[in-house]
């Protein structure tokens, strides 16, 4: 589980260099919307980071990697990520016009689909709070 | 429903993260159950209880509403 962690670190930096250097290396001109994917893979990069972090800092301490509130936590956020990224789908396919290629809208989709997964979890914890 | 969790923890000298690993959950959970944010399982105030040796009725304080 500990080499998981690592890994996911690793992978994490990794691909926030490889961010900062593909951005070094087209400096020149950057469209917006590829500026735009660029930030939100340095943001679901460090995100992933610091959270590995935790759980590493959580490992040290002998706690469980996960228990029945964070199951808890895991089905209600996962139902609200599934509905949410449906109509995130349906809104990408139906303004496709406004993006240059179906690459784009693909990558588009997979990176919102994990700030969306970032964000249920969010949410379905406060959820919590005002239950 | 509200708890004497924080309260018997105390009388126990328990920090947050010791009780949790005496009932195997996470430091987190114990926050949310000491806030009365969230209502454990059974299996999970049973063992709370245990660890205190108290009823569950004297550990989880049941409303009405």
Known sequence: MKTKRALLVITGLALFFSVGVLIYLQMTEIPTKIMLVYLLIGVLAIISVLYAFKKMKEEKEGQPKEDEFTNHIKYKSGYYAYVASMYMWLFLFLFRSYFPDIETIVGGGVLLSGLIGFISKTMAKREIYEE | ?65
Do not use: C, H, W
């Open chain 2, 1 to 65: 429903m509200k708890n004497r969790i924080k309260e018997l923890r105390a009388r126990n000298n328990f920090t947050q993260l010791e009780l949790a690993q005496k009932v195997n959950v996470r430091r987190e959970t114990i926050v949310f159950l000491e806030k009365g944010k969230y209502n454990p399982s059974l299996k999970l105030a049973y063992d709370i209880s245990n660890l205190f040796k108290k009823k569950i009725e004297e550990v989880f304080l049941f409303d009405d509403d």
